[in-house]
């Protein structure tokens, strides 16, 4: 099993930054590619970014250029650097990690005021 636990989130203005990080803990050997997802109020959860093991990464549209996703394997830990955040950035953001299952955080609330 995989335990995954986000922190970072708060509530930031439009234009400032927030780091958020996800912890990962148990049979971390196991896994594979980590991501962020985000699910705004009414909406269906969507893929934010993701990172594979050795590092290459991808970005939804709306974030790339943005946002920076990072993994640090040594401290199992996964990072999300958010620049230039907007208010439709508003979301619950959820760390993701892929190995034996798929494993999810808890969520950590952004909210971007105007």
């Known amino acids: 099993q995989v335990q995954l636990v986000e922190s970072g989130g708060g509530l930031v203005q439009a234009g400032g930054s927030l780091r958020l990080t996800c912890a990962a803990s148990?049979?971390?050997?196991?896994?594979?590619?980590m991501g962020w997802y985000r699910q705004a109020p009414g909406k269906q959860r969507e893929p934010v970014a993701a990172i594979t093991t050795r590092g290459s990464t991808n970005y939804a549209d709306s974030v790339e250029g943005r946002f920076t996703i990072s993994r640090d394997n040594a401290k199992n830990t996964m990072y999300l650097q958010m620049n230039s955040l907007k208010p439709e950035d508003t979301a619950v953001y959820y760390c993701a990690a892929s190995g034996s299952s798929y494993y999810w955080g808890q969520g950590t609330q952004v909210t971007v005021s105007s």
């Open positions: 148990g049979s971390i050997f196991r896994l594979n590619a």
